[in-house]
């Protein structure tokens, strides 16, 4: 099948890839639209696994302020290089966090961040809600783990769905910049102010 421009730029608006790999990945995947997304995506954890281990010591504080200044939020995102912190991309990025930040308010980074009692709090009401319903014990443990898998994907935000696409997770999002910029990128720590909040 030939490959045209229009594919290589549709693919490209969809996944933030550079040219030549929307390029190869169509023709990796014949032209299937679908496993050409897969395939910059599985390229993008590729690269992210490969430079997992490299210092993140440069990079920015981006800031976001909602309209009416009653809800702010400040995220550090590390990359390698000082070059590589003042792309546009890299920039676009931390704000595009801030801003997915403000909007979901994530409990925590990943979920070992998450506290001990929030989770024991949520498992007993899991664990209550089912035995409630007349689950024998095997099931109730089954579901009570399938419902605190799902609430770390509510409450992580590098596990969350990414609010301007969610189709993706910020990890995702993370990975894909990963690949373009060939960098080791991370989201360091952030903070959600809202006024009358905890």
């Given amino acids: 099948m030939k490959i045209t421009a229009q594919m290589v730029k549709e693919l490209r608006d969809k996944t933030n890839s550079g040219m030549m790999d929307c390029k190869k990945a169509l023709g990796e995947t014949g032209g299937d639209m679908e ?3 897969d395939f910059l995506r599985q390229k993008g954890l590729a690269v992210a696994a490969k430079r997992a281990d490299r210092a993140t010591s440069e990079g920015i504080i981006q ?3 909602h309209a009416g200044g009653k809800l702010g939020v400040m995220v550090e995102v590390g990359c390698e290089t000082d070059f590589v912190g003042k792309t546009d ?3 676009d990025f931390a704000k595009d966090i801030a801003m997915h930040i403000a909007a ?4 925590s980074l990943t979920r070992d961040d998450v506290a001990d009692d929030l989770i024991q709090r949520e498992k007993d009401i899991y664990t209550k809600q089912a035995q409630d319903s007349g689950k024998p014990d095997n099931i109730v443990e089954k579901i009570v783990e399938g419902k605190i898998n799902k609430f770390y994907t509510e409450v992580c935000l590098m596990e969350q769905k990414f609010v301007k696409n969610p189709d993706i997770s910020i990890q995702d999002l993370l990975n894909e910049l990963i690949a373009s910029l060939g960098e080791n ?4 720590r952030f903070a959600r102010f809202q006024i009358g909040g905890e």
């Fill in 35 to 37: 496993k050409a997304v």
């Fill in 63 to 65: 800031s976001y302020i």
């Fill in 89 to 91: 991309s890299f920039i």
């Fill in 104 to 107: 979901a308010n994530p409990v």
């Fill in 185 to 188: 990128i991370s989201i360091k």
